[in-house]
């Protein structure tokens, strides 16, 4: 079984500031790994994924994150924040069994301040 | 624009009503989903459908019932629904089989209220 835990619940940043959001996930098999973000009154949408290869992908919206495999991580980045992602954000993961099954964190809310 | 719409976008029911929630896929998408998100939440898997069968039920009360007619559409029937089953029920799609990666293509949502 996989798990996933978000290690913030709310991130507050000022507008065109740096900003990490931290995910780590355990799991007995290889994974693939999601971001999402949700805006207020939306449904989910993908900011990226990592399924193999390289292991910093590059998002929408200017986003990257970095598979880290030996400390369980993938934690989403990005060098300067705008108003408009504040949102909030959840990291999943996936077995590679094609279950079908996307376990997700319990989610970062990240509020962009002016 | 996202490629599952969902209907309606806001309902509001009483409990001993009957209503459905309606989602609808063009994207050739052979697995279809029901989640349910409470504020604040991450969502809930409640149902998978893989090529029209129902295949994962989460254990989900009688009193929602999943329905696939046809590969691009999945309805949730409602009946005899609680106050606690407000919440926001969003419908995904993904790849199927061997290509299933776990990717999920959401749609905006239904947002219920029992009243």
């Known amino acids: 079984a996989q798990s996933v835990t978000q290690l913030d619940s709310q991130v507050p940043v000022f507008e065109e500031a740096p900003v990490e959001l931290r995910c780590n996930y355990s799991?007995?098999?290889?994974?693939?790994l999601f971001w999402y973000v949700q805006y207020p009154n939306q449904g989910l949408q993908l900011l990226l994924k990592?399924?193999?290869?390289?292991?910093l992908v590059k998002g929408i919206n200017g986003f990257e994150a970095e598979f880290n495999k030996s400390q369980t991580s993938f934690h989403l980045r990005k060098p300067s924040v705008h108003i408009s992602d504040t949102a909030e954000y959840f990291c999943?993961?996936?077995?590679?069994?094609?279950?079908?099954?996307?376990?997700f964190g319990q989610g970062t809310t990240l509020q962009v301040k002016p | 624009d996202t490629e599952v719409t969902q209907t309606p976008k806001h309902l509001v029911m009483g409990m001993t009503n009957k209503k459905s929630l309606k989602c609808e896929q063009h994207?050739?998408?052979?697995?279809m989903y029901w989640y349910k998100q409470k504020a604040k939440k991450p969502p809930e898997l409640m149902f998978v459908?893989?090529?029209?069968?129902?295949?994962i039920n989460e254990s989900v009360p009688s009193r929602f019932s999943p329905e696939c007619p046809n590969s691009s559409l999945l309805n949730l029937h409602l009946h005899a629904l609680q106050p606690e089953d407000s919440a926001l029920y969003l419908c995904a799609s993904s790849h199927s089989g061997a290509a299933n990666t776990g990717e999920l293509f959401f749609g905006e949502g239904s947002r219920l209220t029992v009243l």
């Open positions: 799991s007995s098999v290889s994974v693939y």
């Open positions: 990592y399924l193999s290869g390289s292991t």
């Open positions: 999943a993961v996936s077995d590679q069994l094609n279950t079908g099954k996307l376990i």
């Open positions: 459908y893989s090529y029209e069968k129902l295949s």
């Open positions: 994207m050739g998408h052979r697995a």
